[in-house]
């Protein structure tokens, strides 16, 4: 490996910040290299991930159970399956009877975590889903509730946490202004995005941001600006996972995310921000068939198996092919126990807040 990049990954390690032109360098580097080479960054890298994750977390692994509340969006985003102008997907709505009836299968198999995701659904106004949190919290007072429900504005947020709510999840898919323009309707805005994701941070949330790997139009500088975004963020939590293309989206003959830099880049944020919680994602694990241990062993201390009642998870199509059976689906959760044993981790039953170091 050059002697340039190993300097610049020894200042990420000691600094935990390098400038934008610096992780571009960093990104390139691995992007131009070839498959020998790619594969020895990503085990340089990876082990420093692991060492850095194993001194705050140790061998945890903190396990979330999904549940999928709502397929209808009212946003156009251009990559995403349940997508507004989509008419061929089934929709559906989780009632609080079925949410609640998921968290007590998922408290018994020893979820503390619940994350509450879905399309952006108006059918869920605030007193809707502050009476579903307030329930979730009276019956399980040791669970953590993660809502991820797209921007909202800090009165809703406020009211949200105020019922319970901990942490919040919203991607923000990209740093770069002209590439979100690329993603998204014109009504969405990346500047609306990031007033949603300061607004939960000063709420008291544990944030949540990310982005896709290989979205179209992304390069090694957006990806740079995405790196430098989460370094000066400093988010609890960070998602990312690769792009897949959906049949029924203006995207469908993009090429799809590569795995290796999805990796790769899990470890450089684990590097950034030793103690971010870090999921090894359903899209890597959909991709790759080893893609979740794939994750854990690059850096990933968090998996998040799907909760949702079974008729409805098939509908949750956001990408062709979406994973959601065996080691995806809570109920198998000995047999992801076992494949954590297996690479010297564990399943813990616990919340999992972020550790402050
Ligand atoms: N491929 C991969 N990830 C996707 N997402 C949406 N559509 C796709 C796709 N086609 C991601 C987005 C979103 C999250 C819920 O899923 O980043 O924020």
Redesign the pocket.
Request: charged residues 10%.
């Given at each position: 490996m050059d002697k340039n990049y190993l300097e610049l990954i020894k200042k990420l390690e000691t600094k935990k910040s390098l400038s934008t032109t610096e992780y571009e360098a960093i990104i390139s580097y691995y992007q131009n290299a070839n498959a020998k080479l790619q594969k020895e960054i990503r085990d340089y890298v990876s082990k420093k991930a692991v060492d850095a994750v194993k001194k705050v977390y140790g061998n945890a692994i903190f396990i979330r159970g999904l549940m999928e509340i709502s397929n209808y969006c009212k946003n156009d985003?251009l990559?995403?399956?349940i997508r507004r102008s989509n008419k061929e997907v089934e929709r559906y709505r989780l009632k609080k009877d079925d949410i609640l009836s998921a968290c007590e299968v998922g408290y018994d198999l020893g979820f503390r975590t619940f994350v509450l995701q879905g399309g952006e659904d108006p059918y869920y106004t605030d007193d809707i889903l502050c009476d579903i949190i307030k329930s979730i919290k009276e019956k399980y007072k040791d669970v953590a509730i993660t809502l991820s429900l797209g921007e909202k504005s800090k009165e809703s947020f406020k009211k949200l946490r105020d019922a319970g709510a901990d942490r919040y999840l919203l991607?923000h898919?990209t740093a770069d202004d002209n590439h979100y323009s690329l993603l998204h309707p014109e009504s969405m805005l990346l500047s609306s995005r990031m007033e949603s994701l300061n607004a939960l941070k000063e709420l008291g949330y544990q944030a949540g941001c990310?982005?896709?790997v290989g979205s179209p139009y992304q390069t090694a500088t957006t990806i740079a600006k995405d790196l430098k975004f989460i370094e000066e963020f400093k988010p609890a939590m960070c998602g990312i996972?690769?792009?897949?293309?959906?049949h029924n989206t203006p995207f469908k003959n993009m090429p799809k995310g590569d795995t290796g830099l999805t990796c790769y880049l899990l470890s450089l944020i684990r590097l950034i921000i030793p103690n971010i919680l870090l999921p090894a994602t359903t899209?890597l694990a959909t991709l790759s068939g080893n893609g979740r241990i794939e994750g854990i062993l690059s850096g990933a201390n968090v998996i998040m198996p799907n909760l949702s009642p079974l008729s409805n998870r098939k509908n949750y199509e956001?990408?062709d092919n979406k994973a959601y059976q065996n080691d995806e689906a809570a109920e198998s959760i000995e047999l992801i126990k076992e494949q954590m044993k297996n690479i010297g981790y564990e399943i813990v039953i616990d919340r999992g807040d972020v550790k402050k170091i």
């Open positions: 985003c990559y995403c399956g991607r898919e990310g982005f896709m996972g690769p792009f897949i293309p959906h899209a956001i990408y």
